[in-house]
């Protein structure tokens, strides 16, 4: 009888097909670090894991473990090599959570152009001749890049032109294998695209090394506003404070940070130009639903033998 850990909290719903599973048993932990569920891990047959560290060490005393299932689609924090090296699949949802992204990323891409922040801050304040200073701006008629036009970027993309902006996207990926059809161009280079845009949203996967650097935000087009939903370390965050500071970018609307969460000092905190949210571009109430119920599902489909090997990111052919 396989034995699931769960690390983090997670949707009432996915719980209760575990409990309903009669051939699993469980256990539940919280915490945010390796530790939280170090004493556990041993007796685990498959891992459901949040945002939580998985690292080789740890995974050389799992002795039991045959499937880890990410409640989510990243999983960079996640050693997939190790995993492999010991044949167990890393397991990501499918598209149950791009909706809720792409939304956060307007949300952002709003609240940024408006200036959400210094407004909400002038009511408060009683500064209400702060409206007389016109500082807001409109999405309609800007310029939209989209860095990474996956399933997210495209949901980003079709968004912001019901919102009359004029969207192109940079993929080199996508470019190489046979660029989507619609009305979305892709941008040659990198640096074209920045020096193009009004907005730029990054949706984008993490790479060994940030796509956006002091470099790439000097070649930006000034008065720009960035969005970043993606992943902290996209973006190189003193290039991003740097940038902000002197004024290149007007705005930043950022769900992600280098280090989660972010130290008090960090500058960015301070600033009335900037949004913040704590890594919950992905989880609304129903994104968070379907996570669980999806991350749980890919358990019981591994030990079934049904398992779709397209989820499985770290190249092991899932056996069950």
């Known amino acids: 009888m396989p034995h699931v850990l769960v690390v983090g909290k997670i949707h009432a719903?996915?719980?209760?097909?575990?409990?309903?599973?009669?051939?699993?048993?469980?256990?539940?932990?919280?915490?945010?670090?390796?530790?939280?569920?170090?004493t556990p891990l041993p007796k685990a047959d498959a891992l459901i894991i949040r945002t939580q560290p998985l690292t080789a060490p740890t995974i050389a005393r799992a002795e039991r473990l045959k499937v880890v299932a990410r409640h989510g689609v990243g999983y960079d924090s996640v050693d997939g090599e190790a995993l492999a090296q010991r044949g167990i699949p890393l397991v990501v949802v499918g598209d149950v959570n791009s909706i809720s992204v792409a939304e956060h990323s307007l949300m952002m891409m709003l609240a940024a152009t408006k200036l959400a922040i210094r407004s909400d801050a002038a009511v408060r304040n009683n500064n209400w001749s702060w409206r007389n200073n016109l500082e807001a701006c409109e999405l309609a008629a800007k310029n939209l890049l989209v860095l990474g036009y996956g399933r997210i970027g495209r949901r980003v993309g079709a968004l912001a032109s019901a919102f009359a902006m004029r969207v192109r996207a940079y993929d080199p990926y996508l470019a190489a294998k046979g660029w989507p059809e619609g009305a979305v161009s892709c941008v040659k280079t990198l640096e074209e695209g920045l020096a193009w845009a009004d907005v730029v949203s990054v949706n984008a996967p993490k790479a060994d090394r940030p796509l956006i650097g002091?470099?790439?935000?000097?070649?930006?087009?000034?008065?720009?506003?960035?969005?970043?939903?993606?992943?902290?370390?996209?973006?190189?965050?003193?290039?991003?404070?740097?940038?902000?500071?002197?004024?290149?970018?007007?705005?930043?609307?950022?769900?992600?940070?280098?280090?989660?969460?972010?130290?008090?000092?960090?500058?960015?905190?301070?600033?009335?130009?900037?949004?913040?949210?704590?890594?919950?571009?992905?989880?609304?109430?129903?994104?968070?639903e379907r996570l669980a119920v999806h991350s749980v599902r890919n358990v019981i489909d591994f030990f079934a033998g049904r398992l779709d090997p397209e989820l499985v990111v770290n190249g092991v052919v899932p056996k069950g």
């Open 13 to 38: 719903s996915g719980i209760q097909i575990l409990e309903d599973a009669a051939d699993f048993t469980f256990e539940t932990v919280d915490g945010t670090s390796e530790e939280s569920y170090a």
């Open 214 to 288: 002091q470099k790439e935000l000097a070649a930006i087009k000034p008065g720009a506003v960035l969005v970043n939903t993606a992943r902290g370390g996209i973006v190189e965050e003193d290039a991003l404070i740097a940038a902000l500071q002197d004024g290149r970018l007007r705005a930043a609307g950022l769900d992600v940070f280098e280090d989660e969460p972010p130290a008090p000092e960090n500058p960015l905190l301070k600033m009335d130009n900037v949004v913040l949210s704590p890594h919950i571009g992905g989880l609304t109430r129903e994104g968070g």
